[in-house]
C-alpha cells in the first residue's frame, strides 16, 4: 500500500491544529526539522513536536535536517516523534549508527535520508538497521521545490537493496510529489510519498491524499 506523509512545513503554522487535523486521512504527518546550519533554513523543534503530538493519531514522521542528529534524537522520540529520519551527509557513520541504536531504544522507527547528491551507497552501512529510507528528490531546505527526475536510479537502487536485504524496511521520497510525479516514484520502488505544497494548496485535501496514492 502506497503512504502519503503531508508535510506541515505547508501548513498554516498559525493554524497549526487545525491544518494537522484537515490531513487525517493521509498515513504519517511529515515534519521537518531544520537547523540553518545542516540547511540554510530553520523552522521548528522539540517544543512544536511535543505541542503538535495531542493534535492527530497519527504517526509523526520526524525529518532532522540538523548537524549532528545524535544530540537530539532521543527528545525527539520522547516529545512525540514515531519515526525519525537522519541525514547520512550530517554525521560520522557510528554516530549515525547511533542514532538509528537511540531511536530504537526509546521504541521508535529509525531511519536514514540521502541529499540528491549522495550516492545510493551511502544508505548501504545503516540498511540493516533502518525501517526507512528517504531518498530527497530536491535539496533539503526549503519547500515548493521542482522535482529531480534524475533522482529515479538511485531510488530503484535502493529499493532493490531494500527487498534483497530488508524488505520490511520502508523507501520515501520527499521534493517536488504532486499528482503527476507520484506516479513516477511509485514506479520506481517508493511506497512512502511526502507531499507538502501539492497536499495543502489543493481545495480538497482528502481528494488529493487519495489521489496521490496513485
Not at 497549526?16 to 546550519?37: F, N, P, Q
Not at 536510479?153 to 503527476?180: S, T, Y
Request: aromatic fraction near 4%; charged fraction near 25%; proline fraction near 7%.
Amino acid at each position: 500500500m502506497i503512504k502519503i506523509s503531508p508535510s506541515i512545513l505547508a501548513a498554516d503554522f498559525a493554524n497549526l491544529e487545525r491544518d494537522i487535523r484537515r490531513v487525517s486521512s493521509a498515513d504519517y504527518v511529515h515534519v521537518d526539522v531544520m537547523d540553518g546550519l545542516f540547511v540554510p533554513n530553520i523552522t521548528i523543534g522539540i517544543p512544536v513536536v511535543k505541542a503538535i503530538r495531542p493534535t492527530t493519531d497519527l504517526p509523526l514522521d520526524v525529518h532532522l535536517m540538523i548537524e549532528r542528529p545524535v544530540r537530539y534524537v532521543e527528545q525527539f522520540c520522547d516529545a512525540g516523534a514515531d519515526i525519525v529520519t537522519v541525514h547520512v551527509e550530517a554525521d560520522t557513520q557510528e554516530n549515525t549508527l547511533r542514532c538509528l541504536e537511540l531511536i530504537h531504544g526509546k521504541g521508535k522507527r529509525a531511519g536514514v535520508v540521502v541529499k540528491p547528491k549522495t550516492p545510493a551507497q551511502a544508505v548501504l552501512p545503516f540498511l540493516s538497521q533502518c525501517d526507512m529510507i528517504l531518498v530527497m528528490t530536491v535539496e533539503p531546505g526549503f519547500g515548493g521545490q521542482s522535482f529531480m527526475a534524475d533522482m529515479m536510479p538511485k531510488l530503484r537502487q535502493i529499493r532493490a537493496w531494500i527487498d534483497a536485504k530488508n524488505p520490511a524496511c520502508e523507501l520515501e521520497v520527499d521534493g517536488g510529489i504532486d499528482p503527476v510525479t507520484c506516479k513516477t516514484v511509485i514506479e520506481n520502488g517508493a511506497n512512502v510519498l511526502v507531499a507538502g505544497s501539492a497536499v495543502y494548496k489543493s481545495d480538497d485535501i482528502p481528494g488529493r491524499i487519495a489521489q496521490l496514492r496513485g
